[in-house]
């Protein structure tokens, strides 16, 4: 069975960092693409980074490029969003997803970690 968890969300300082963790399991991490998005409240669901299977290609939403890098251990099957520099329109439930190939609608997905960025 295919299932991706996240962990990692919480509260944190605007100017302060995170890191979230997406484990699958039931598929080889490796040979999927794999996506963050974020959803905020009352707002849209975003794509924000995603990663190509077998990491031929990363790519970036304008809004986090320089501040957020996303990767993976395949070791562990497990990847990671690093989040830095983070400011209050980050918050949002996060999520993780994966597929064959990027994109908005991806196959499989998690159910989410929630990051507030608030003083």
């Known amino acids: 069975q295919l299932q991706l968890v996240e962990s990692g969300g919480g509260l944190v300082q605007p100017g302060g960092s995170l890191r979230l963790s997406c484990v699958v399991s039931?598929?080889?991490?490796?040979?999927?693409?794999i996506g963050w998005f974020r959803q905020a409240p009352g707002k849209e669901r975003e794509g924000i980074s995603c990663?190509?299977?077998?990491?031929?290609?990363?790519n970036y939403a304008d809004s986090v490029k320089g501040r957020f890098a996303i990767s993976t251990d395949n070791g562990k099957n497990t990847a990671y969003l690093q989040m830095n520099s983070l400011k209050p329109e980050d918050t949002g439930v996060y999520y993780c997803?994966?597929?064959?190939?990027?994109?908005?609608?991806?196959?499989?997905w998690g159910k989410g970690t929630l990051v507030t960025v608030s003083s």
């Open positions: 990663t190509s299977a077998y990491g031929a290609s990363t």
């Open positions: 039931g598929f080889n991490l490796e040979h999927h693409a």
């Open positions: 997803a994966a597929d064959p190939d990027c994109g908005d609608f991806m196959d499989y």
